[in-house]
């Protein structure tokens, strides 16, 4: 119910002095409890002690906002995939584990963030020529698997486990408590298995 959110003290929040990044806050803790459809503007202004028409000298609309967290989420995943890049060096095999293993563990822990980041290209207002550019890239993949394309296989193939994987944990397609770490190990698997029978 509306009248269970928290907010935030007029004075806690002009302590942290930055009513973007609460907003940001308050929609990923909304998603985190009930999902995309519990996340509106008049929610997240009530639960960093606003008012409601506030964000809108952030964000035009909740649509902006949410394109803002998935910029952050790509950002925050980027710099985790660079590290775990690092770590698994020049092996090509070593690098698509290390990919998913990523994906996988930053779902566990930010599913707002990955559950936006997911959301389609026309939900975000995001059809620029990069979001365009890898929509067309994803249906070449598909025809080319459909058509028995090898390498085109696999790598659709690990996209669609790793998506498809992080997916199941963060909405609750596993048993409540399921260890990250054991859905790290389980892509690991599941790539190996899918690079095996290429």
Wanted: hydrophobic content about 45%; aromatic content about 6%; glycine content about 10%.
């Amino acid at each position: 119910m509306a009248d269970d959110l928290p907010t935030y003290s007029k004075r806690d929040r002009y302590h942290h002095g930055d009513l973007k990044r609460a907003l940001l806050e308050a929609a990923k803790e909304l998603i985190e409890q009930g999902g995309l459809e519990n996340f509106t503007m008049a929610k997240a202004a009530r639960l960093a002690g606003v008012t409601s028409g506030a964000p809108y000298r952030h964000f035009k609309d909740r649509q902006a906002l949410l394109a803002e967290m998935a910029r952050q989420g790509g950002q925050m995943l980027d710099m985790e995939l660079e590290m775990a890049m690092g770590h698994a060096g020049l092996d090509p095999v070593e690098q698509l584990l290390a990919l998913g293993e990523t994906h996988v563990r930053f779902a566990a822990s930010n599913p707002a963030f990955y559950r936006v980041m997911h959301m389609s290209p026309e939900e975000l207002g995001a059809a620029d020529e990069e979001v365009e550019s890898e929509v067309a890239a994803n249906g070449e993949a598909l025809a080319a698997t459909a058509g028995g394309n090898r390498e085109a296989t696999v790598r659709l193939g690990a996209q669609a486990a790793i998506y498809g994987l992080a997916r199941m944990l963060i909405d609750g397609h596993f048993p409540a408590g399921t260890d990250p770490d054991e859905a790290t190990l389980a892509i690991r698997e599941i790539l190996k298995r899918i690079l095996h029978r290429a």
